[in-house]
């Protein structure tokens, strides 16, 4: 079972780190591209080289921050009917309205209700997480600032953990959501 859980927060997380990362990218360097443009396309020397790339490393962290989100709404399609080491989730219709179907093709439709849950536990998770983490800051560290080392990539690597939890719990929390051995 723990097999289960590792290989579909494997796929996950790399669903997940690709799909953020160059969704950033590729958003980045569109207004990066569009301010050069805009500014009256002068010749490429040192300095103008040095001001684009400062540019596009900092929209990609504007960027990569919405793309996040994004990435996780389209991702947690994936986690659903694919098997791994003999299980599978599988997401049903609404359990309100007296029965219960597995929902074969999955639109994005059909995982507003998932997602909204999944998101919470998510959040829930890496603020332990960030709990915990402030407060071996503040035990064990001598450093003034307690929030120093916290910026995208620490926020983005607590993600990952915490999804990989969140898989465990997700069934369990989210009616809609049910592991089924395959």
């Given amino acids: 079972m723990s097999r289960f859980y590792l290989r579909v927060w494997f796929f996950w997380a790399l669903r997940l780190t690709f799909c953020s990362l160059g969704l950033a990218l590729l958003l980045a360097t569109f207004i990066t591209l569009f301010i050069y443009i805009n500014e009256g396309i002068v010749p490429l020397e040192d300095e103008v080289i040095d001001a684009l790339w400062s540019l596009e490393r900092f929209w990609f962290m504007i960027m990569w ?55 919470m536990l998510l959040i829930w998770l890496v603020g332990a997480m960030m709990i915990f983490a402030l407060s071996a800051t503040y035990l064990f560290s001598e450093e003034g600032a307690l929030f120093a080392w916290f910026d995208i990539y620490t926020l983005f690597i607590s993600l990952l953990i915490s999804g990989y939890f969140s898989f465990i719990f997700i069934s369990s929390r989210c009616k809609k959501v049910r592991l089924k051995r395959c």
Avoid: M, N
């Fill in 65 to 119: 921050s919405f793309t996040i989100l994004v990435a996780l709404f389209r991702s947690l399609k994936y986690i659903f009917g694919v098997c791994y080491q003999g299980y599978k989730f599988e997401l049903l219709s609404c359990p309100h309205e007296g029965r219960v179907e597995v929902i074969q093709k999955i639109a994005y439709g059909d995982l507003i209700r998932v997602w909204r849950k999944w998101f």
